[in-house]
T-cell receptor, first 106, second 112 residues
Framework: KNEVEQSPQNLTAQEGEFITINCSYSVGISALHWLQQHPGGGIVSLFMLSSGKKKHGRLIATINIQEKHSSLHITASHPRDSAVYIC????????FGTGTSLTVIP | SQTIHQWPATLVQPVGSPLSLECTVE??????LYWYRQAAGRGLQLLFYSVGIGQISSEVPQNLSASRPQDRQFILSSKKLLLSDSGFYLCAWTPGPGREQFFGPGTRLTVL
């Protein structure tokens, strides 16, 4: 049983589209993280949140603690957004989703 | 500012050979350190974590080991590599439990 489930697994979008990636989890958490893994393998942290909503540029992350659900939105998607997006949560240790592979086509 | 280094970037090793991957962090003290493995098409698997010098916790039984000889140095080792050890190895650090994780550039290991 995976404590973190992401959907969709793969996503292809046209440039400019609004994108939503979902993350559901089964454990009570202290914090949830959204990570971005570039094609070369490097991983960067996009957001850490424990409630509400955070925005950074064209990226928006929301979390609903009661429903154990988080979403990552990308507005006006661009080919450079193509990457794997990973949901991670912390409850005494880090748990990771298997990632959503996003391809944005020009 | 803090930076995290990992080397080598890529490694091709024969089955049965030893392994040593090194990770160092700069610009912080007492970091929590992590080793992860990512097999092709799979999620991140926690291998080891450390909250201090000489303190290592293992999450998965395997033929790998880890050591933390200095506060900001974390080493992943094996005496004899298996084919199944192939993968992408990532080192990461956090300033504390549940805090933002910072990842190194990773080492892509191929065992032949």
């Amino acid at each position: 049983k995976n404590e973190v489930e992401q959907s969709p697994q793969n996503l292809t979008a046209q440039e400019g589209e609004f994108i939503t990636i979902n993350c559901s989890y089964s454990v009570g958490i202290s914090a949830l993280h959204w990570l971005q893994q570039h094609p070369g393998g490097g991983i960067v942290s996009l957001f850490m949140l424990s409630s509400g909503k955070k925005k950074h540029g064209r990226l928006i992350a929301t979390i609903n603690i009661q429903e154990k659900h988080s979403s990552l939105h990308i507005t006006a998607s661009h080919p450079r957004d193509s990457a794997v997006y990973i949901c991670s949560l912390y409850k005494y240790q880090f748990y990771f989703g298997t990632g959503t592979s996003l391809t944005v086509i020009p | 500012s803090q930076t995290i280094h990992q080397w080598p970037a890529t490694l091709v090793q024969p089955v049965g050979s030893p392994l040593s991957l090194e990770c160092t962090v700069e610009g912080t003290s007492n970091p929590n350190l992590y080793w992860y493995r990512q097999a092709a098409g799979r999620g991140l698997q926690l291998l080891f974590y450390s909250v201090g010098i000489g303190q290592i916790s293992s999450e998965v039984p395997q033929n790998l080991s880890a050591s933390r000889p200095q506060d900001r140095q974390f080493i992943l080792s094996s005496k004899k590599l298996l084919l199944s050890d192939s993968g992408f190895y990532l080192c990461a650090w956090t300033p504390g439990p549940g805090r933002e994780q910072f990842f190194g550039p990773g080492t892509r290991l191929t065992v032949l």
